[in-house]
């Protein structure tokens, strides 16, 4: 891989955010991220530049600059209200080639982490995923790209330095969102889609728009999750009643509760699965192995109900109910309606 000489990397400049844009919203994910990358553009003097692509945007996006902001590249396209990974990377790829951003990041979410390892490759660009932490150095623009390495024992400082764009995928939660100001007002410029952008594939990622499967656990603030303890598809019927009693619950999922089929990968927390930091997490029937464990141990306050108390998520929950969850579960959703 060719690898860039000063002068070369010079002709790249501006900060990119790739937006989160899930049924035509631009999801707060979306505002994290602009947040840090004006922490970046400042150091840089240079630029936050947000990539909208999507149906409809145009109006949301006009508030990105509230965010801090100083220009969105909007990409308004019916054909964009699904999430088409192949055709947003031809996009990507196009737009890179002609404005030359310095750095490119994304939300590390079920979309960002489909599309961005494309746009990488394509590029030619190094990339960092689930990083939770940003910096720059000043002197050269590499950006230091902090991650959790190791199962989260370490934390290993990345920088991609041959080449330009530098990639990195940021977990959301992880960066604050700034308080808008209305005051704020920024450029935008329309990019319209070309004939090659559009791909014949069939299999379109599309989950965003399947109401079965919608969920979105990055924004979620109470899960509920469930693991092979659930037994079938029947039991996360019981968690979906639970979540709903509860009020804005999502639901997840362990890893072998996706496998068996009992509910869809969009759901799957954990290593392979999303990672969520959310206020209360509550796992049934989850043993708590490491690769569950990494997807959700930063929630404020984990509560777990299982059978056998001796389990690792057992021992790392703020509270620990011990029994069987058909009996347990059934009963709170009962004492909830009568509250
Ligand atoms: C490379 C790799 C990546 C992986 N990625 C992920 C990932 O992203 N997410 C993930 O979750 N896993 C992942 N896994 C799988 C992981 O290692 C575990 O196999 C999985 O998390 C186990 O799921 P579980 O806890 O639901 O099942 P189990 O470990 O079988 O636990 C089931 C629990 O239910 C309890 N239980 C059973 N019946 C009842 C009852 N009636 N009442 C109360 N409790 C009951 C049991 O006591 C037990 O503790 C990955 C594995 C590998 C190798």
Known sequence: MKVFTDNEKKEYRNIWVVAEVLSGEIQPVTHELIGAARTLADV????????????????TSELLFSYGADVAIIVDNP???????ETETKIMKRLI????????????????????????????SGLTADCTGLSIDSDNG?????????????????????????????????MKSPEPDPSRT??????????????????????????????????????????RGMKGPEGFKLLKQFAKRVGGAAVGASRAAVD?????????????GQTVQTKVYIACGISGQIQHLVGMQSCDLIIAIDKNSDTPMMQIADIAVVGDLFEIIPEVIKEIANL
């Open 186 to 227: 920024g450029r935008m410029i329309k990019e319209k889609m070309i004939p090659g952008d559009s791909t014949k594939t069939k299999n379109i990622i599309d989950i965003f728009h399947n109401t079965e499967t919608a969920v979105n656990l990055a924004d979620a603030q109470i899960i509920i999750s469930g693991g």
């Open 142 to 174: 590499d950006l230091l790209q902090t991650r959790p390495a190791f199962g989260g024992n370490i934390m290993a400082t990345i920088r991609s330095s041959n080449h330009r764009p530098q990639m990195a995928t940021v977990r959301p939660r992880v």
């Open 79 to 85: 054909s964009l209200f699904g999430f088409i990974d």
């Open 97 to 124: 080639k002609k404005y030359k951003p310095e750095i490119v990041i994304c939300g590390a979410t079920t979309r960002g982490r489909s599309l961005i390892p494309r746009i990488a490759v394509m590029n030619y």
């Open 260 to 272: 068996s089929g009992w509910i869809p990968y969009a759901h799957q927390v954990g290593q392979t």
């Open 44 to 59: 840089r003097k240079s630029e936050v530049w947000v990539v909208v692509m999507g149906s409809g945007i145009e109006k």
